[in-house]
């Protein structure tokens, strides 16, 4: 399920099923600020590869990054 947090301000998130899940940076999305959260054992990281690729502008080679080395 998405989420969204307020710029300089905590935010909270419950993962509750196994995998990896892709967060951005809304306004630094295209110049690659993206992150990966593993959550127990990554089973989904060939989708979430997949997906990826229709990931913009730098952010899709800082994922594929992350994703190679959550296999």
């Known amino acids: 399920t998405p989420f969204v947090g307020k710029m300089s301000e905590q935010i909270d998130v419950t993962f509750k099923e196994n995998g990896v899940y892709g967060v951005h940076c809304k306004p630094h999305y295209g110049m690659g600020m993206v992150a990966l959260v593993v959550v ?5 990281v060939d989708a979430a590869t997949a997906a990826a690729a229709k990931t913009p502008g730098k952010a ?10 959550a296999k």
């Open 40 to 44: 127990g054992e990554p089973g989904n």
């Open 60 to 69: 899709r080679q800082v994922l594929a990054d992350l994703l190679a080395k």
